[in-house]
């Protein structure tokens, strides 16, 4: 019976495509396998990702691709309710879905491993009572995983939420963390968010190993404390720990096809090299119109030349996270007046999308700030860009401390209380970053890095060596 993996990762599309590029790493190395990816169809930006998964299709048809059901939402839960929790409540709710997929998937192929996203730890069980070895792939790095791993200890060492703490948080092999930079679902430990990851934390011992997106040389301080189980209770062992990174999504996520050059791409080719930064928030992330204009004037004033990914601000209900599908923005109304034209010879603002890997290894471009998700830092650091770290959910403030404490290869963007951001910060940080004085420790720290990258990748190097054992792993359960 021919074999196959089973990958199942959470709706947002950021976690689909690094579920499906880890499928096509898989393929690359063992084409003879049968690689399936359960498709979770939640009640927000379902046409986004139908687009992707159509463009994978039809370039690589060896990813097949299983629908699962839609399912109902409980009265009190919404599309404009907290995103984690929805996420995490229809994840729940999939579990017979998912039992009935790997069924009908055993039913023609040897399923050698079912691979989780952390989101999906609560399928973990079904994996279980299918006598289905269970691996999660953790799509942020090795100090976020520390630290969720720590965290059932850190729930028993307080009856506080983080949000309240106004402490300094330890965790093993990761940098002293601000309690209030904990992952925004668990500041508050009465949000249902922050129980659920707590008992999906409490899963990931249970597996048969532990995929990373990340590499030895770029967290080494984590990746020991981990594979010493110094984030784990004394009597809990670690399960085995795989650096498989980076992996790097190429694809354009919107989906589509077509041999037509983005604007921006063409507009980059005429700047000089190493000239331009490049401002890009995630497929997620939004600002209020008052933030844009802030960032505007800051840019304005920094005299630097910039590539600017505008969307629309959050609707009023909206915490600040696009899970309903965006129009354009036009800019005119939502940018100051006149910005547009004073800034037409050094800067371009393209709405709501860019190809961020191909414009991140454009040789004009010298800087990136963005929103500290870890696709996009992998992506920064293979480029060789360092990055102005401005965080804004998730677990990216977390991220912001590994990357300019620990990595170093960023400087923070400082906030005020309340998370805003003034143009005098904007243009401070900015003009930082693209200095060829001030930002030269990132920038030597970030290309250093990059060449560390590429060397884990190569053959013999330690995310090739650990991917490899993987394999061994699986193919003796044939």
Same mark, same amino acid.
């Given at each position: 019976?021919?074999? /196959?993996? #089973? !990958?199942?990762?959470?709706?947002? +599309? *950021?976690?689909? %495509? =690094?579920?499906?590029?880890?499928?096509?790493?898989?393929?690359?190395?063992?084409?003879?396998?049968?690689?399936?990816?359960?498709?979770?169809?939640?009640?927000?930006?379902?046409?986004?990702?139908?687009?992707?998964?159509?463009?994978?299709?039809?370039?690589?048809?060896?990813?097949?691709?299983?629908?699962?059901?839609?399912?109902?939402?409980?009265?009190?839960?919404?599309?404009?309710?907290?995103?984690?929790?929805?996420?995490?409540?229809?994840?729940?709710?999939?579990?017979?879905?998912?039992?009935?997929?790997?069924?009908?998937?055993?039913?023609?192929?040897?399923?050698? /491993?079912? #691979? !989780?996203?952390?989101?999906?730890? +609560? *399928?973990?069980? %079904? =994996?279980?009572?299918?006598?289905?070895?269970?691996?999660?792939?953790?799509?942020?790095?090795?100090?976020?995983?520390?630290?969720?791993?720590?965290?059932?200890?850190?729930?028993?060492?307080?009856?506080?939420?983080?949000?309240?703490?106004?402490?300094?948080?330890?965790?093993?092999?990761?940098?002293?963390?601000?309690?209030?930079?904990?992952?925004?679902?668990?500041?508050?430990?009465?949000?249902?968010?922050?129980?659920?990851?707590?008992?999906?934390?409490?899963?990931?011992?249970?597996?048969?190993?532990?995929?990373?997106?990340?590499?030895?040389?770029?967290?080494?301080? /984590?990746?020991?404390?981990?594979?010493?189980?110094?984030?784990?209770?004394?009597?809990?062992?670690?399960?085995?720990?795989?650096?498989?990174?980076?992996?790097?999504?190429?694809?354009?996520?919107?989906?589509?096809?077509?041999?037509?050059?983005?604007?921006?791409?063409?507009?980059?080719?005429?700047?000089?090299?190493?000239?331009?930064?490049?401002?890009?928030?995630?497929?997620?992330?939004?600002?209020?119109?008052?933030?844009?204009?802030?960032?505007?004037?800051?840019?304005?004033?920094?005299?630097?030349?910039?590539?600017?990914?505008?969307?629309?601000?959050?609707?009023?209900?909206?915490?600040?996270?696009?899970?309903?599908?965006?129009?354009?923005?036009?800019?005119?109304?939502?940018?100051?007046?006149?910005?547009?034209?004073?800034?037409?010879?050094?800067?371009?603002?393209?709405?709501?999308?860019?190809?961020?890997?191909?414009?991140?290894?454009?040789?004009?471009?010298?800087?990136?700030?963005?929103?500290?998700?870890?696709?996009?830092?992998?992506?920064?650091?293979?480029?060789?860009?360092?990055?102005?770290?401005?965080?804004?959910?998730?677990?990216?403030?977390?991220?912001?401390?590994?990357?300019?404490?620990?990595?170093?290869?960023?400087?923070?963007?400082?906030?005020?209380?309340?998370?805003?951001?003034?143009?005098?910060?904007?243009?401070?940080?900015?003009?930082?970053?693209?200095?060829?004085?001030?930002?030269?420790?990132?920038?030597?720290?970030?290309?250093?890095?990059?060449?560390?990258?590429?060397?884990?990748?190569?053959?013999?190097?330690?995310?090739?060596?650990?991917?490899?054992?993987?394999?061994?792993?699986?193919?003796?359960?044939?």
């Amino acid at each position: 019976m021919e074999a /196959a993996i #089973v !990958l199942y990762p959470s709706p947002p +599309i *950021g976690h689909l %495509v =690094a579920m499906v590029e880890l499928g096509q790493l898989i393929l690359t190395r063992h084409p003879s396998l049968s690689i399936h990816i359960l498709i979770t169809t939640p009640p927000y930006r379902a046409d986004d990702t139908a687009k992707y998964i159509a463009s994978v299709s039809t370039t690589n048809p060896s990813l097949i691709f299983h629908h699962l059901s839609t399912v109902s939402l409980p009265p009190s839960l919404t599309s404009s309710s907290n995103h984690e929790s929805l996420t995490l409540e229809i994840l729940r709710l999939n579990n017979p879905n998912v039992r009935q997929a790997l069924l009908s998937i055993s039913t023609n192929f040897s399923v050698r /491993a079912f #691979v !989780l996203d952390f989101f999906c730890a +609560i *399928g973990l069980s %079904v =994996a279980a009572d299918l006598n289905i070895p269970g691996y999660f792939f953790f799509t942020s790095g090795a100090a976020c995983l520390a630290a969720f791993l720590y965290f059932p200890t850190l729930h028993t060492t307080t009856d506080k939420s983080f949000k309240d703490l106004n402490a300094l948080i330890s965790i093993p092999g990761v940098p002293p963390v601000p309690s209030s930079d904990m992952a925004k679902p668990i500041l508050d430990r009465n949000d249902m968010a922050y129980q659920c990851f707590l008992e999906n934390s409490k899963q990931f011992p249970k597996s048969a190993g532990i995929m990373i997106n990340t590499y030895e040389s770029l967290e080494p301080r /984590a990746i020991r404390a981990l594979s010493d189980g110094l984030c784990l209770p004394e009597n809990v062992p670690t399960p085995p720990m795989y650096c498989i990174g980076p992996l790097i999504i190429a694809h354009n996520k919107k989906g589509g096809g077509g041999d037509d050059v983005p604007e921006c791409l063409t507009w980059l080719d005429s700047q000089p090299s190493g000239s331009v930064v490049f401002l890009c928030f995630g497929s997620l992330g939004l600002f209020s119109k008052k933030q844009l204009q802030e960032i505007a004037i800051g840019l304005e004033r920094s005299g630097q030349r910039f590539l600017w990914v505008v969307r629309n601000p959050p609707a009023e209900n909206n915490s600040g996270v696009a899970i309903t599908e965006q129009q354009d923005p036009e800019l005119e109304s939502l940018l100051p007046d006149g910005f547009l034209g004073r800034t037409k010879n050094r800067g371009l603002v393209v709405k709501s999308w860019a190809p961020q890997v191909a414009v991140l290894n454009h040789e004009s471009v010298g800087g990136f700030v963005c929103h500290c998700g870890w696709n996009s830092v992998l992506e920064a650091v293979c480029a060789g860009v360092p990055i102005v770290a401005w965080p804004l959910y998730a677990e990216q403030r977390f991220n912001r401390i590994v990357m300019v404490e620990e990595i170093k290869i960023a400087l923070p963007m400082e906030e005020s209380e309340d998370g805003f951001v003034s143009c005098d910060v904007v243009e401070k940080r900015v003009r930082e970053l693209m200095d060829p004085e001030e930002g030269d420790s990132v920038r030597k720290r970030t290309k250093a890095l990059q060449s560390e990258a590429h060397a884990a990748l190569s053959e013999g190097g330690s995310s090739r060596v650990a991917l490899t054992e993987l394999f061994e792993k699986w193919n003796q359960l044939g």
